[in-house]
């Protein structure tokens, strides 16, 4: 075989592995493309079954709040390793010794708020951002405080990366709640004090809905209205936080 001809060979050689490397690749690419299509289609699926199972047969009947939590995504607001189970009926750890509550307390929260389009909210406990994105769909202003920075920092690069621009995060201790955006219409507190903070009340709006857990080994998830004549209690259900840090441990 001559020289030319040998070179041939190689070039068209060369073509035909190109060839098959960009077919595999697309091929690749194409599988990758359906699974993760696949993937979407299952959490979706898996997301339905839970405001049906776990919050509409639980007696959850405002439709703002199902509609919410039909549209935002749990799965994003759980460590990767837990994407598989972030639908499942139960609380789940978050890192930094936090949890992401139960999908029916996140709903049942939010509905004793009685959120307003037009409402200022105050969350105070972060945490991975999810009950922060459900308010964010419904309040016109979310205020949220999250006391460990890391937690609190990573939180709100997702929280942005997913344009919630109406929340906004702040890093410190929410005992003393958020002063300079007081009143609030609405506040819900997501990590137990053994009392309900003086100064939440105090920036709670005339005619505002205040949802806390309060406790220690035996909580209680309260709701607090206040009005003209006073602040009124009212305990819902037995429930389980973890415990307020910071100046509310004093």
Avoid: C
């Amino acid at each position: 075989m001559s020289p030319t001809e040998l070179l041939k060979k190689k070039y068209r050689l060369s073509n035909l592995i190109n060839l098959l490397t960009a077919s595999a690749l697309l091929l690749v690419g194409f599988v990758s493309f359906a699974n993760s299509r696949e993937t979407e289609e299952s959490l979706q699926t898996a997301r339905s079954y839970m405001v049906v199972s776990q919050i509409q047969r639980r007696g959850i009947k405002d439709l703002n709040v199902i509609n919410t939590m039909l549209k935002v995504k749990r799965h994003l607001f759980v460590p990767q390793k837990m994407i598989p189970y972030a639908y499942h009926d139960g609380a789940m750890p978050i890192g930094y010794e936090q949890t992401i509550s139960q999908p029916y307390i996140v709903a049942l929260m939010t509905e004793l708020l009685q959120i307003k389009k037009d409402d200022t909210v105050l969350e105070i406990g972060t945490g991975s951002g999810y009950q922060a994105a459900i308010l964010g769909e419904l309040a016109k202003e979310v205020y949220s405080i999250e006391i460990i920075k890391a937690l609190g920092e990573k939180t709100q690069k997702l929280l942005k990366s997913l344009k919630y621009n109406n929340i906004h995060l702040r890093i410190g201790d929410g005992y003393q709640g958020w002063p300079e955006h007081a009143p609030f219409d609405k506040i819900i507190v997501t990590a137990a004090p053994d009392h309900v903070p003086k100064p939440l009340i105090e920036q709670l709006k005339t005619g505002g809905r205040l949802v806390i857990p309060v406790g220690k080994s035996h909580q209680k998830l309260l709701l607090i209205t206040k009005d003209k004549n006073g602040v009124k209690r009212e305990n819902i259900i037995a429930v389980r936080f973890v415990p307020m840090t910071g100046e509310a441990e004093k």
